[in-house]
């Protein structure tokens, strides 16, 4: 029987759900509310914790509770617990270096300067594991205040006009997820990678 472990990356609380910052916990909510499954509050894991099967392959999907800044507890907890090799896991999550609608598929690569992907490179000590992106455009620029702005974009909320598109990345990606145990990764990555929003 076939595992995958998805961990969607995010800020638990109310505060923070609508944000840009929590593309991976909006991405595995789609996913798990597709299968009427419900996540549920696993402290050894530091995560919210959701399972259910399409085929013969059990998804474990994830939303840990740690923040952003501490993601590398809850990876490391999920790892040590089910014992499984790092290539068993996925991890979703935003980029602002990408654009608005930009997905991503790489099997290694360093943070790029995101927090949550800097804790779970510093927590497994590698930077070989698999991870979706989601580009979440980049602010505009206003004068000295380069920082604060970028911090304020990310924990923005994401506006209509942005939930539409993402709600076409969505789809795609979890079309693609739908797939991993049934088509070739390379191909998954090939269409992720390809993806236009712009396509009908």
Not at 75 to 87: C, F, G, M, P, T
Not at 88 to 112: A, C, M, T, Y
Not at 132 to 160: A, D, E, W, Y
């Amino acid at each position: 029987m076939d595992e995958i472990f998805i961990i969607g990356l995010g800020n638990p609380g109310k505060k923070y759900s609508k944000s840009r910052h929590n593309i991976g916990f909006l991405l595995l909510e789609n996913l798990s509310k597709k299968y009427n499954s419900n996540f549920s509050l696993k402290d050894k894991l530091k995560s919210s914790y959701s399972e259910f099967k399409i085929n013969d392959s059990t998804f474990r999907l994830f939303l840990p509770i740690t923040f952003m800044n501490n993601s590398g507890d809850a990876v490391r907890a999920i790892v040590d617990w089910y014992k499984i090799n790092l290539d068993q896991i996925l991890i979703i999550v935003d980029d602002i270096d990408l654009p608005l609608g930009k997905i991503r598929f790489r099997r290694r690569g360093s943070s790029g300067g995101h927090n949550g992907l800097k804790s779970i490179i510093e927590q497994l000590q590698t930077q070989n594991f698999r991870r979706i992106r989601i580009g979440i455009g980049s602010p505009s620029l206003k004068k000295g205040k380069n920082n604060s702005n970028t911090i304020s974009h990310v924990l923005g909320n994401i506006s209509q006009e942005e939930k539409s598109i993402l709600d076409k990345v969505y789809n795609r990606v979890i079309e693609s997820l739908e797939q991993l145990n049934t088509k070739k990764e390379e191909n998954i990555i090939n269409d992720l990678n390809s993806f236009d929003k712009d396509q009908p």
